[in-house]
């Protein structure tokens, strides 16, 4: 894949997101690029991508999300270009989009309690944040994306912004989610564990507490009804 269109489509993301910063700081994150080397890069303070990505400063123009993702590419270009492969290996053939089951960006942010009723839920971990937006959901096949997906692809099923509900099906125990999620460094505004689960895993519910991530367990009898419902929240 060229140069241009992976800064295309990253560009596009960033640009269309609800909370541009946030997939600011995701790509910076994926990229392994520090806001420091990143501000050297593009010759600004590096409070500038701080501010950027925190929502202190308004949206970043299209011109400086070109500049941003340029500097992303080159610097990683630089490095050997490790993430760049990587990106090419996803979009062209990976498991991805097998172990991803529906995804979506809600125009309009939604409350964890709404996504909590639609999912049947039982919370595990943080039900003091029901009032906390959610700016859309991401359902997995967990033993899809936790045998066969790189740190890169699981970096993926965040979309366009990680405060989202990450939905994972098929579950059996609920550790192996979690630590998929601390490996990425990404923390989504929940997670919710569907599939035979007798009893959760106390390891999964003590790294939910410490990311400070709410974690729910879904009630729903299928994965198909789960996305039924979660379809209703469009």
């Known amino acids: 894949m060229s140069f241009e269109k992976v800064a295309l489509q990253l560009a596009g993301e960033i640009v269309l997101a609800e909370a541009p910063g946030v997939v600011m700081r995701k790509w910076r994150e994926i990229f392994e690029i520090s806001q420091k080397t990143l501000s050297r890069k593009l010759k600004v ?36 270009g490790k993430i760049l ?44 944040n029901l009032n906390n937006n959610v700016y859309g959901y991401t359902v997995i096949d967990s033993i899809k994306a936790i045998m ?28 192996s989610p979690m630590l998929a999620i601390k490996l990425t460094s990404l923390k989504p505004s929940m997670v919710v564990l569907h599939g035979p689960i007798k009893e959760p895993d106390k390891l999964g519910i003590e790294l939910a507490k410490r990311e400070r991530i709410p974690l729910v367990l879904s009630h729903v009898e299928t994965v198909e009804k789960l996305i039924e419902n979660l379809r209703g929240l469009d």
């Open 45 to 80: 303070s590096s409070s500038v991508i701080s501010d950027y990505e925190s929502g202190r400063r308004k949206s970043p123009g299209v011109k400086l999300v070109s500049r941003i993702v340029r500097a992303l590419i080159k610097i990683d270009e630089e490095k050997g």
């Open 148 to 175: 066969e997906l790189s740190p890169l692809e699981l970096s993926m099923i965040y979309g366009a912004t990680t405060q989202r509900a990450l939905i994972f099906t098929g579950v059996k125990h609920g550790r």
């Open 85 to 128: 492969q990587e990106y090419d290996k996803l979009i062209g053939g990976s498991k991805f989009f097998e172990a991803i089951l529906a995804i979506k960006e809600f125009p309009e942010p939604r409350k964890i309690k709404n996504l909590f009723k639609a999912v049947h839920g039982e919370f595990l971990v943080g039900e003091t």
